[in-house]
T-cell receptor
């Protein structure tokens, strides 16, 4: 079956702009989580959605937001981009019916560069 | 701060040798997982060990869990150049739905 698809793969934006990243989970997976990965901070949890509801949120400013659609596809949005938002953004899907006993399946990520 | 902290941060070994990396965490967990990441790509799930398990094997991988010490180790036996990657542990705190990843161990296997 198809894996987790993230689009776009690469993105270059200017400070102050906004960006929307997309994630299509594995068919049948209802939970989608987003992570930011940077060399200095490692993998930081952004948020997790299950059946269109945000169940958990990490410690990121309100400029970072997300949503999940009825088909489980998810988008995350970053407004008023800052240089420090340059990172690899990873989406992970799972069955999510309980506390995820089977592990995540990750997408290949979106590499965002803010200039 | 990170829930999981791996050590060493970096490890360089010869092909055929065993590689051991460790992970420590801070709170009660339901399970602990190990992931591999190649060159800034997505992470690949390797193995999951539940809090009531002490050891688990999968091919050349062996994972141990010591909940009293809040630590886990990943052993890769007979390493290959293709094992060169970063390895992360991830834990999910009881009562939450979010995984916290460790800082990772960068493994380099020399041919």
């Amino acid at each position: 079956k198809a894996g987790v698809t993230q689009t776009p793969r690469y993105l270059i934006k200017t400070r102050g702009q906004q960006v929307t990243l997309s994630c299509s989970p594995i068919s049948g997976h209802r939970s989608v989580s987003w992570y930011q990965q940077t060399p200095g901070q490692g993998l930081q949890f952004l948020f997790e959605y299950f059946s269109e509801t945000q169940r958990n949120k990490g410690n990121f400013p309100g400029r970072f937001s997300g949503r999940q659609f009825s088909n489980s596809r998810s988008e995350m949005n970053v407004s008023t981009l800052e240089l420090g938002d340059s990172a690899l953004y990873l989406c992970a899907s799972s069955l999510g019916a309980s506390q995820n006993p089977y592990g995540y399946t990750f997408g290949s990520g979106t590499r965002l560069t803010v200039v | 701060s990170q829930q999981g902290e791996e050590d060493p941060q970096a490890l360089s070994i010869q092909e055929g040798e065993n590689a051991t990396m460790n992970c420590s965490y801070k709170t009660s967990i339901n399970n602990l997982q190990w992931y591999r990441q190649n060159s800034g790509r997505g992470l690949v799930h390797l193995i999951l060990i539940r809090s009531n398990e002490r050891e688990k094997h999968s091919g050349r991988l062996r994972v141990t869990l010591d909940t009293s010490k809040k630590s886990s180790s990943l052993l890769i036996t007979a390493s290959r150049a293709a094992d060169t990657a970063s390895y992360f542990c991830a834990t999910i705190t009881s009562g939450t739905y979010k995984y916290i990843f460790g800082t990772g161990t960068r493994l380099k296997v020399l041919a």
